[in-house]
Each structure stands twice: as C-alpha cells, then as structure tokens.
C-alpha cells in the first residue's frame, strides 16, 4: 500500500499546489504522511455529511475540491462545526486534502468534467493560462455542442445531465435562440461576463449568477444564460478525478479503492416556483 506522503504526491502532479490563485487554502488539511492509504472518497465539500461518510467508509483519505478554511482559523475547537470535522477525521485516522483553483485551471480541469457531461467539445480555454505553452490550461472551457440546440433544448439538456439539486436550472434569453457554442465554468463565473463577451458565444453555462452582471450581460448582448446549483456544476469534477487516481493507482500497482460521495451537500434543500402574476402599473398611476 502506498504512504499519504505518496498518494498526495501524485495528486500534487495533477494539480500543482502553486497554480492556485494566492487566495486560497489547498493542500493537506490533516493526516499523516507515513500513514499507510487504501481507500480514498473525492467529493465537492468537506461538510460534517462528508465528514461522516468518509469514516463509514473507513477512507483513510478524503479528497475534496472546497477547502475546510479558506479564511484561516485560530481554533480547531470541537465546539465549532469545523473544528469538528477535524476531530473526526484525525480520531479516525482520515486525511483531508484540498485542491480548488488549482484544479479549476488544471488540464483537465473542473470545466472539462462540466463540459463532459453536458457532451459539450472543448474547444480551448475561456480564460487561458499565460505560463502555459501548450494553451491548454486555463479558467472555464469554449465548446461547442455536437448539434444545435435552443436555448429552452439546452436548459433541458443540462438539467437532466447535472445532478439535481432543489435550485434546478434557470435560463435567461429568448427561449427559441439557437446555440451553437457555449462557455462554461464550474463554480461562480459572473467575473467571467468580459471574457465570455470577447469569446462571442451563444451561451454561457456557470452558477451563482447575480442580478445585476446577470441583467446587464443579457441586455448588452443576445447571451443566453444557464444558472446552475454551484454543487453541481463542480461535482462532475469528483468523478474525473477518481478517474484520475484510479489510472494512477493501476500504474503503480497500489491497488487504491477510489470512490465518489453522491451525498448532496448543495445547501439549498427546497424550491417553490413562483405562481403570482407579474405586478402590474396601479390604476391612475403617470406613465
């Protein structure tokens, strides 16, 4: 069996610790470096359901994309949800390894998995990379769709291929527009507007969208959006990178048993659709 100090070597391969952005926490959290490792969960956010599967699991390391304290701490106290979570893992002998930004950016990276699995052909980087020759890596992915599709198609494309969530999709843009080419970016991607704008897609696929850069994208141009849950839109990441480590662990006969946690950890667990009518101009009131 391979040592974590291995295991956390080869995932450092696939996503270099100093590509991250310099706001960032990635790298190990927690964990041993001569422990022995055999069975390793990838998930989206390393939350007390996460935290619990994985000593159900009896994983000896657990790999996720959110890091446990990006703003820093001055306490691990088990009074605090976080400081549980570290408990946890250390009572139960599990590591905890972050990687974020720099899986964002890697080749392939966290919108290659997105891309995947919408069957979307990347075409190139929407933000690319300047240290990298080759102009693969990068943030978020220009593709193409194998046929064009309406706006209201793809809506319904990509609500069937992510995995659910309470928020769903929503879509912004004439419904009967026709999409040839779409950006998309796992996680928030509304700082994305002006490079989506100079890339002169039909559409683009991200989550967390706000009102107003929201508002102004689609009044500026005829850009169709998709706003997804920002769970789903990084959780196909998981099994890209089980994936990953899997072809690693058959290379190096360690004979890992790598898995995928489908436990949902959006935060939003209900949805209403909206049933009242538009508000309407007070009778008497100026036009």
Not at 89 to 118: M, Q, R, W
Not at 124 to 143: E, F, K, M, Q
Not at 181 to 198: E, K, N
Request: hydrophobic residues 40%; glycine residues 6%; contains cysteine.
């Amino acid at each position: 069996m391979p040592r974590l100090s291995e295991v956390i070597a080869a995932l450092d391969a696939l996503w270099p610790p100093e590509r991250a952005e310099q706001w960032d926490a990635v790298g190990t959290v927690c964990g041993d470096p001569q422990a022995e490792v055999t069975r390793v969960l990838f998930a989206v956010d390393p939350v007390r359901e996460v935290v619990d599967e994985a000593v159900r699991l009896d994983a000896d390391l657990l790999v996720t994309h959110h890091p446990l304290y990006l703003r820093g701490t001055t306490t691990v106290a088990r009074s605090h949800f976080k400081g549980r979570a570290v408990h946890d893992l250390i009572k139960n002998d599990v590591a905890l390894h972050v990687a974020h930004t720099n899986a964002d950016t890697a080749d392939p990276g966290v919108s290659d998995a997105l891309a995947g699995a919408l069957d979307l052909r990347v075409v190139r980087p929407l933000v690319p990379d300047p240290t990298d020759p080759s102009g693969r890596r990068g943030l978020g992915r220009i593709c193409e769709l194998d046929h064009p599709l309406t706006v209201r198609e793809f809506a319904d494309r990509a609500a069937k291929r992510l995995p659910g969530t309470a928020q769903g999709l929503r879509a912004a843009g004439d419904p009967d527009a026709v999409i040839r080419t779409v950006a998309v970016s796992g996680g928030s991607g509304d700082s994305l507007f002006d490079a989506v704008r100079a890339a002169g897609v039909d559409g683009f696929l991200t989550a967390d969208l706000r009102h107003h850069p929201a508002s102004e994208a689609t009044q500026a141009t005829p850009l169709a959006l998709f706003d997804a849950a920002h769970w789903a839109t990084e959780w196909p990441w998981c099994e890209q990178a089980a994936a990953q480590l899997d072809e690693i662990s058959d290379r190096h006969g360690w004979g890992l048993r790598v898995h995928v946690s489908r436990t949902v950890t959006d935060p939003w667990t209900a949805h209403a659709a909206s049933s009242a009518s538009a508000p309407t101009k007070p009778t008497g009131a100026p036009n």
